[in-house]
């Protein structure tokens, strides 16, 4: 039988996404039947199971117990005892010596992921779980999604809280409190998928990594829960930190990484079919789009199906309600599609977005790829704008370099490309965007606007980067300036944690693995700096309680959303005849990065100021009337008539 004959058959009898999963490498527990499934090379002639009391290497308890060629690649095991509480291992002969893995989908594992665990899940259901409800989203556009590492948020003495660094924390009261406070209704967790990097056993060492290097896919890291070695402890305090943000009304996003893994040889991809799940050059290396020594195939069959099945058990298992796929650049368009398909017929609110880049050229095709560029071709998935993004704070590739924040010159058409959402707008002009000469996005939806993110300096540190000198005044005055940007724009604003503290990482820019002095946010902060909190807060609900900001269709955009002429290093659009069935009329949002005060003509009214020299209030901060509106050096002003 031919590998082609072979995945053919493979998709054709796999009619259930469970039996999908089962088959590429799972178990399944009953008190009275344990059954162990997986998927090798067709060429593997034996594989075994292992069975153990505990998790130890050296454990003198191992059974061993052979599987049965269930056809081409295919092996099945049942074992008819109670299970619950042993360690497993696949033990598979690729040669002479056999690769042992907990398989591609194991579902709990013990410490470090290097053996799987035999568990009930319902087990690690926290009471009420049944009753779990995803907060209601009517439109992506009503998202506002806050970026957090469960270390940052919650480890600093200063945080108050209990459980430092763990799930837990995200169940106390004061987090949640803050969260809702803040007003975002998302928080996007940094991969809490169990990863390599950090060593589970080492509780009372300080560790840190970003989590961008999967082990197991399908289990969360033991790292974030209060006992790495007992198997179910990390299982539920997963869903008890998702039942509490539910409660809360906040949605929660999984960062996941398919597009490579940890390494090669060590990865369970490979132990249990070598080369098949990995992309190589036409010289026959592995190839490298992902920057980190390797990149998945997407394309291939039992890939696809492998990544729809981790999504959808996240989503069944764990009550997961959206996805921020990690250089989903690296994946092709037809498995993303396919993935969004499958999801919408669980949920159709359930978000997902991604980096529209790889970090490196990728074996295949980039015209398939699921690139920025392509993100038309998407149905329904969001890219993040770095065209704005690097327009108001200055280009990924240097740290010093500014944008229209600081006064750096003709910034304003992509600043205005990313205000309408990455849509075609008659008032852009394309060939001045940086990035980008057409629309990308379909809708305002597929846009994710920001300023800054895990994956670079924060934006304090950029700031400083590139003006010397500055003064605490005018740091806050170009930050508040920016989120003004990404919280008024069309699209799905999206800020990273302790921003709203006026957080820094002390200029470094890549603090994977930095250690927690450089990462951890300083909640004293928000007693230095009560104005930012006070403003962010404010911007976000005024984005909330009017959908003139977050009109979903790039029809009602381009209806509602008119740019106003500026002067250079200004940005000022109106949003229209009650845009989104607003409320207010007339909405005009005024952007001055200058150094001096700035006059904008508008049509002739009297207007509330709900915006202005750095502060918020919806019910108004005084009228102007005319046909002139100035606003204040380096800030923004809101009104309505």
Known sequence: MTLKTLLLSFLTTCTAHSAVAQTLGGVEYSPKATTFHITTSPDVKKVNVLLSDTDSDNSTEQLTKQMKRVGAGKWKLTVKSDLKGKYYLFSVYNSAQPDNTPG??????????????????????????????????????DLVIYEMHHRDFSVDL????????????????????????????????????DYASVDESKSDVPQYNWGYDPLNYNVPEGSYSTDAATPTTRIREFKQMVQALHRAGIRVILDVVYN?????????????????????????????????????????????????????????????????????????????????????????????????WSAGSCAYPQEKLAMKANTKQLNGIGAFCDDMRDALRGPFSDDHKGGFLIGEPDQEESIKFGIVGAIAHPQIDMTKVNYSREAWTNEPSQMVAYVSCHDDMCLT?????????????????????????????????????????????????????????????????????????????????????????????????????????????????????????????????????????????????????????????AEGLGLISGTTLTVAPQSALIVHD
């Not at 290097?114 to 556009?141: F, Q, Y």
């Open 104 to 141: 591609i989908f194991a579902k709990a594992v013990g410490v470090n992921g290097k053996r799987g665990a035999i568990v009930d899940l319902r087990d690690t259901d926290p009471e009420g779980w049944a009753d779990d409800v995803r907060p209601t989203l009517n439109n992506p556009c």
């Open 461 to 617: 540190d950029r700031l400083r980067a590139t003006v010397p000198y500055i003064t605490d005044d005018e740091l806050i005055r170009l930050d508040l300036l920016a989120q003004t940007a990404v919280l008024t724009s069309q699209g799905v604003p999206f800020i990273l944690s302790g921003e709203e503290m006026l957080r820094d990482k002390k200029s470094v820019h890549n603090s994977f693995r930095s250690p927690d002095s450089i990462n951890r946010l300083d909640w004293n902060n928000l007693k230095r700096y009560p104005q930012v909190f006070d403003y962010y807060a404010g911007l976000i609900a005024l984005r909330k309680a009017h959908p003139a900001f977050r009109m979903g269709k790039a029809e009602e955009v381009r209806k509602h959303l008119e740019f106003v002429d500026a002067p250079k290093g200004v940005v000022a659009f109106r949003l229209k005849d009650n845009a989104g069935g607003d409320a207010w009329r007339n909405i005009y949002v005024v952007l001055n990065s200058q150094k001096t005060p700035q006059n904008v003509k508008v049509a002739e009214g009297s207007y509330t100021k709900v915006v202005a020299n750095g502060k918020v209030n």
């Open 158 to 193: 200063s945080s108050g809280l209990k459980h430092k660094g763990k799930y837990l924390a995200l169940t106390e009261p004061k987090a949640i409190e803050h969260l809702q406070r803040l007003g975002v209704n998302a928080v996007h967790i940094l991969p809490s998928f």
């Open 260 to 356: 490579h893994t940890f390494d090669i040889n060590g990865s369970n991809f490979q132990k249990t079919y070598p080369d098949y799940f990995y992309r190589k050059t036409a010289e026959g290396k592995y190839s490298d789009g992902s920057g980190c020594g390797n990149e998945t195939a997407s394309e291939k069959p039992l890939m696809r199906e492998f990544m729809k099945e981790s999504v959808e058990y996240w989503i069944k298992e764990y009550h997961i309600d959206g996805f921020r796929f990690d250089l989903m650049g690296v994946h092709d368009i037809e498995t993303m599609n396919e993935i969004r398909a499958m999801v919408d017929q669980i949920d159709p609110s359930i978000y997902i977005y991604g980096e529209g």
